[in-house]
């Protein structure tokens, strides 16, 4: 019988720590998943993967929904903008050597998250009027607080329809890129940017989920392993959500750029393992 018992407290606290930074948990998950089922297909991995992070994704959004910390309007209008770069990357995933890219990327993730982690925060810059190409955004949360920010829209775009070609490229998903997007360059305040970010995540997840269920991805015990991890990530994504305001933005941004590091390593690690870093 298969150890599925060890799934609802993995999908617990990776539930726990992916709502927390706004990153959904695949980027740990799926190595997870590859050390475990070292003979199953790659669909059936990130069918699985994806599966869970969407059901992470849409407890985690029920919660932040309650904080009224979600930027639905600019989390639709990014979400729709990685769509044709998700399909670009998948297209281009036949073209592109798989190794040199995911080591080139995993180098690039690492320095970010050095950048991150000295630097929690967006720079701080004066208030001034909103300039055209801005976007602004006044968001009072669940405590009373208001969030009074706004953002270049046409680069706020154009960076999601890059975030979803790299998340289709590479297999990562995009929250782990989205959040630092968010607070780095669009000056997202901290806790609006994660809450925002999950509430994309869950749209793209649902998406590329729906695509795996009609090619087949989920065969080979894919369904009983994504119920029982699910279990875990709902769980735990309630939780991740109930930390996240009582914990520093700063802190948030640091825990994320852990996890940025742990991405590039993986990936680097994979491209190592790759024959002459070029598999596939």
């Known amino acids: 019988m298969e150890q599925y018992h060890w799934f609802v407290p993995l999908g617990f606290l990776l539930g726990a720590y992916g709502t927390l930074v706004g990153a ?3 980027f740990i998950l799926v190595p997870i998943l590859l050390l475990m089922y070292p003979d199953a297909r790659p669909e059936t991995i990130t069918s699985i ?4 992070v969407f059901f992470n994704c849409l407890s985690g959004s029920i919660a932040y929904a309650g904080t009224k910390r979600i930027d639905y309007k600019s989390g639709l209008l990014f979400s729709v903008a990685t769509v044709p770069g998700a399909i670009l990357g998948t297209l281009a995933t036949n073209y ?12 690039v993730l690492i320095i970010a998250s050095i950048f991150i982690y ?7 810059r004066p208030k001034t009027a909103v300039s055209p190409g801005q976007y602004r955004r006044v968001l009072v949360d669940s ?37 630092p997007v968010l607070i ?40 009983q392993r994504t119920i029982v991890l699910s279990i875990g990530m709902i769980i735990g994504a309630q939780l991740g959500a109930i930390l996240s305001p009582r914990l520093r933005g700063s802190l948030i ?26 598999g596939a």
Not at 184 to 201: C, E, G, K, R, Y
Not at 253 to 278: F, K, T
């Open 24 to 26: 959904g948990g695949a």
């Open 49 to 52: 993967s994806l599966a869970v």
């Open 96 to 107: 592109v050597k798989r190794g040199v890219f995911d080591a080139l990327l995993g180098v």
């Open 118 to 124: 000295v630097r929690p925060g967006p720079v701080s």
């Open 143 to 179: 405590t009373g607080e208001t969030y009074d920010f706004s953002f270049n829209l046409p680069l706020g775009l154009a960076l999601s329809f890059f975030i979803g070609f790299m998340s289709s490229l590479l297999g990562i998903g995009g929250g782990i890129i989205h959040v």
């Open 184 to 223: 780095l360059l669009l000056q997202f305040p901290v806790h609006i940017a994660t809450a925002t970010s999950h509430f994309m995540l869950a749209i793209m997840a649902l998406t590329a989920t729906l695509i795996h269920v009609g090619t087949g991805g989920f065969e080979h015990g894919g369904i």
């Open 253 to 278: 941004v640091r825990a994320l750029a852990i996890a940025l590091a742990l991405v590039g390593l993986r990936l680097i690690w994979v491209a190592s393992q790759a024959p002459h870093l070029g």
